[in-house]
């Protein structure tokens, strides 16, 4: 089977910069500064006590003071950042700037990356200025989930910093490289996206890699790849094995690991993006076809291997490397992919572009079979009969332009209510400071109006990228997006702005010493990790990541075990100074029986005084932060003020038992 890069390198419209109808160097500025707008607009700043951002925060804590949190279940069997430079990176700005600004810092450098990588990339696969400023902007809007489980935490351009904010553009920057006939630039960015999130990063680099090979290669590749790991599976090689029942049995509720049974998986979702691949590998350039095609194999082939980890063999590799990530690059190609096939349509004159647009609001109106009809089309364009049919219809004379265009206005009339709603959600989903246009306005050109109010924008400036004095709007128009970036209250950035500031230490920092582990509810484990600067004793965020430590899993599922049995033990009936101990293993029947997937149910919440009692029999705990008064004779509590809130928090110490 002949190559179809090997074609490319034949093809010299497509690939020779000379030829190409390549856009200068300020036009690129132009367009790459369009997209950094568009992606402060859309992704407005939420700060460091989000999802991920909490875990990638602790990590650099850690880094720069491993002492301190040496005891936290989080680190205790090792963690992520064990296989990743970020920290180290993360650690040393927390250290220059503090950690708020070195959160931001990480956000704007993968929003500033995004924008060059997708400008660059725009720039060898369009020939068309309007189409390149299209693309950027959809790339740098977009806010799409690619996990199966739709966790909002795993979307494209996330607005808070993670090691994904790095290493998703720097992906896409090496196989920017790789389309500008960069092949050693390209891969050393792509190792370096590795190193920074290897389960992201992993995935441009398969891409050059498969591309840069023939057919033939590559199917020969991926033969002896499966073989190897069939092999190793058969020799008993331990990350081919399946989880043990229990542990399979714990982890499989949380879906970032495991993908779920259709229809919770999103497969039309997912077949809208491979669809549009496929589509445009046959459509497209033919130089580009390849680049196509290898994303949608790629992304296809992510998705089998975890359904096949988590329906049939939960092998620990497949599972721990969670394969399904590739979409997050497909998702960024398939986007390029739809402007290719309009652009490709523009060329093709009127009919074509006639023929696009009822295609566009056909699938629009679908909604959730879009996917499905796109994979349909994909399939159909193979048999010999329907593009028969499709030419027929075409030569038909009822299908007029006259007509085409009667139609196609039907059909917006149709969908036109539906479509005005998305915009105004898409408005009002925009930062506050940008309440001086209504909602269906900002919807349609703030956030692009799913496409066609991006592209008005993209027709609208072409005419003018180049011109030296557009600079002034365009740099007028970034100072009023990043003023508006950042959307967190007064008192949340003052608060952020304190976190792992030892001059700003707080009443209970004075008592508790670094490295003294922690159990406070409010806010867990963020405030016990950044605030007092020390391990936290449980917490339903610290089980990320249990799918790489099985004693790690363990571990937290008899502390949240606890914690859970502490928020309901009730007073004892004689007096809150009652010195009976609450046995280790509460056996009394007024206790509720401890809730079987404990990792989704556990009760994070203040204990009750016999519950802190419970909870200090475990020789693992220092601290039990509460509001609540318990005394007996072995806990006073000290009386202290939450700086965050005003409101008086109770220290008790855990005492000490002698071994045995």
Same mark, same amino acid.
Not at 279 to 300: D, E, F, K, M, N
Not at 326 to 335: E, G, K, P, T, V
Not at 405 to 411: K, Q, W
């Given at each position: 089977?002949?190559?179809?890069?090997?074609?490319?390198?034949?093809?010299?419209?497509?690939?020779?910069?000379?030829?190409?109808?390549?856009?200068?160097?300020?036009?690129?500025?132009?367009?790459?500064?369009?997209?950094?707008?568009?992606?402060?607009?859309?992704?407005?700043?939420?700060?460091?006590?989000?999802?991920?951002?909490?875990?990638?925060?602790?990590?650099?804590?850690?880094?720069?003071?491993?002492?301190?949190?040496?005891?936290?279940?989080?680190?205790?069997?090792?963690?992520?950042?064990?296989?990743?430079?970020?920290?180290?990176?993360?650690?040393?700005?927390?250290?220059?700037?503090?950690?708020?600004?070195?959160?931001?810092?990480?956000?704007?450098?993968?929003?500033?990356?995004?924008?060059?990588?997708?400008?660059?990339?725009? /720039?060898?696969?369009?020939?068309?200025?309007?189409?390149?400023?299209?693309?950027?902007?959809?790339?740098?809007?977009?806010?799409?989930?690619?996990?199966?489980?739709?966790?909002?935490?795993?979307?494209?351009?996330?607005?808070?910093?993670?090691?994904?904010?790095?290493?998703?553009?720097?992906?896409?920057?090496?196989?920017?490289?790789?389309?500008?006939?960069?092949?050693?630039?390209?891969?050393?960015?792509?190792?370096? /996206?590795?190193?920074?999130?290897?389960?992201?990063?992993?995935?441009?680099?398969?891409?050059?890699?498969?591309?840069?090979?023939?057919?033939?290669?590559?199917?020969?590749?991926?033969?002896?790849?499966?073989?190897?790991?069939?092999?190793?599976?058969?020799?008993?090689?331990?990350?081919?094995?399946?989880?043990?029942?229990?542990?399979?049995?714990?982890?499989?509720?949380?879906?970032?690991?495991?993908?779920?049974?259709?229809?919770?998986?999103?497969?039309?979702?997912?077949?809208?993006?491979?669809?549009?691949?496929?589509?445009?590998?046959?459509?497209?350039?033919?130089?580009?076809?390849?680049?196509?095609?290898?994303?949608?194999?790629?992304?296809?082939?992510?998705?089998?291997?975890?359904?096949?980890?988590?329906?049939?063999?939960?092998?620990?590799?497949?599972?721990?490397?969670?394969?399904?990530?590739?979409?997050?690059?497909?998702?960024?190609?398939?986007?390029?992919?739809?402007?290719?096939?309009?652009?490709?349509?523009?060329?093709?004159?009127?009919?074509?572009?006639?023929?696009?647009?009822?295609?566009?609001?056909?699938?629009?109106? /679908?909604?959730?079979?879009?996917?499905?009809?796109?994979?349909?089309?994909?399939?159909?364009?193979?048999?010999?009969?329907?593009?028969?049919?499709?030419?027929?219809?075409?030569?038909?004379?009822?299908?007029?332009?006259?007509?085409?265009?009667?139609?196609?206005?039907?059909?917006?009339?149709?969908?036109?209510?539906?479509?005005?709603?998305?915009?105004?959600?898409?408005?009002?989903?925009?930062?506050?400071?940008?309440?001086?246009?209504?909602?269906?306005?900002?919807?349609?050109?703030?956030?692009?109006?799913?496409?066609?109010?991006?592209?008005?924008?993209?027709?609208?400036?072409?005419?003018?990228?180049?011109?030296?004095?557009?600079?002034?709007?365009?740099?007028?128009?970034?100072?009023?997006?990043?003023?508006?970036?950042?959307?967190?209250?007064?008192?949340?950035?003052?608060?952020?702005?304190?976190?792992?500031?030892?001059?700003?230490?707080?009443?209970?920092?004075?008592?508790?010493?670094?490295?003294?582990?922690?159990?406070w509810h409010e806010n867990s484990p963020m405030r016990t990790w950044l605030e007092l600067g020390t391990a936290s004793y449980a917490s339903g965020i610290q089980p990320a990541g249990s799918i790489f430590s099985r004693e790690k899993t363990f571990e937290m599922k008899r502390r949240l075990e606890r914690v859970d049995v502490a928020s309901m033990l009730d007073f004892e009936s004689s007096a809150a100074t009652d010195k009976r101990p609450v046995p280790a293993t509460p056996d009394r029947t007024d206790i509720p029986q401890t809730p079987r997937n404990i990792f989704r149910t556990a009760q994070i919440a203040d204990p009750t005084g016999p519950g802190i009692h419970y909870l200090c029999q475990d020789p693992m705990l220092d601290w039990v932060v509460s509001s609540r008064v318990f005394t007996n004779g072995q806990f006073v509590p000290i009386r202290t003020i939450d700086s965050f809130s005003g409101n008086s928090r109770n220290l008790y110490r855990c005492p000490r038992h002698p071994a045995g």
């Open positions: 089977m002949s190559s179809v890069f090997s074609a490319c390198a034949k093809s010299t419209n497509c690939l020779d910069p000379g030829n190409n109808a390549a856009a200068g160097s300020v036009e690129l500025v132009h367009i790459g500064s369009c997209g950094l707008v568009m992606w402060l607009v859309n992704h407005a700043y939420v700060g460091i006590d989000i999802h991920d951002a909490k875990l990638y925060a602790v990590l650099a804590a850690h880094w720069l003071e491993q002492t301190a949190y040496a005891k936290d279940p989080f680190f205790l069997f090792g963690s992520q950042d064990d296989f990743s430079v970020f920290s180290p990176v993360y650690g040393t700005l927390v250290r220059w700037l503090g950690l708020d600004i070195a959160a931001q810092l990480i956000v704007i450098a993968g929003a500033i990356l995004l924008a060059i990588a997708t400008t660059a990339i725009s /720039a060898k696969l369009f020939s068309s200025n309007w189409a390149r400023v299209l693309a950027v902007m959809l790339c740098a809007a977009a806010a799409y989930a690619y996990s199966p489980g739709n966790l909002l935490s795993f979307r494209i351009n996330e607005e808070f910093a993670t090691a994904r904010s790095i290493a998703a553009p720097l992906g896409l920057a090496a196989m920017a490289l790789c389309l500008h006939l960069r092949f050693r630039a390209g891969v050393i960015t792509a190792v370096f /996206a590795t190193l920074v999130h290897p389960l992201m990063g992993i995935w441009p680099l398969l891409a050059i890699v498969s591309v840069k090979l023939r057919d033939r290669d590559l199917l020969l590749m991926i033969s002896a790849g499966i073989t190897l790991l069939a092999g190793l599976a058969w020799l008993g090689m331990p990350a081919m094995q399946p989880l043990d029942a229990e542990w399979d049995r714990l982890m499989r509720p949380l879906s970032v690991v495991y993908v779920e049974a259709w229809p919770a998986i999103r497969l039309g979702s997912f077949l809208f993006w491979i669809s549009l691949l496929l589509l445009a590998g046959h459509y497209g350039q033919p130089c580009h076809s390849r680049w196509y095609h290898i994303v949608a194999l790629l992304g296809t082939a992510g998705l089998l291997s975890a359904q096949f980890a988590s329906y049939f063999y939960p092998i620990k590799l497949f599972l721990q490397t969670q394969p399904w990530r590739a979409m997050w690059l497909a998702i960024f190609f398939a986007m390029f992919a739809a402007v290719e096939l309009f652009e490709g349509a523009s060329r093709r004159g009127k009919r074509a572009v006639l023929w696009f647009m009822l295609g566009t609001v056909l699938i629009y109106l /679908a909604h959730d079979f879009a996917g499905y009809l796109l994979f349909a089309c994909w399939l159909a364009i193979h048999s010999t009969t329907v593009p028969r049919i499709a030419s027929n219809t075409n030569c038909h004379p009822w299908a007029s332009d006259k007509n085409l265009v009667i139609l196609l206005m039907v059909l917006i009339a149709i969908g036109l209510p539906s479509y005005y709603l998305d915009l105004q959600q898409l408005g009002n989903s925009l930062p506050l400071g940008m309440e001086f246009l209504p909602p269906a306005s900002r919807g349609a050109f703030l956030a692009g109006g799913i496409g066609p109010g991006f592209l008005l924008i993209a027709l609208s400036a072409t005419p003018w990228l180049g011109r030296r004095w557009l600079a002034l709007p365009l740099t007028a128009l970034l100072v009023f997006a990043f003023l508006n970036w950042d959307q967190r209250s007064p008192a949340m950035r003052s608060w952020e702005s304190s976190l792992l500031k030892k001059e700003t230490q707080t009443d209970m920092a004075r008592h508790i010493r670094r490295g003294e582990v922690v159990y």
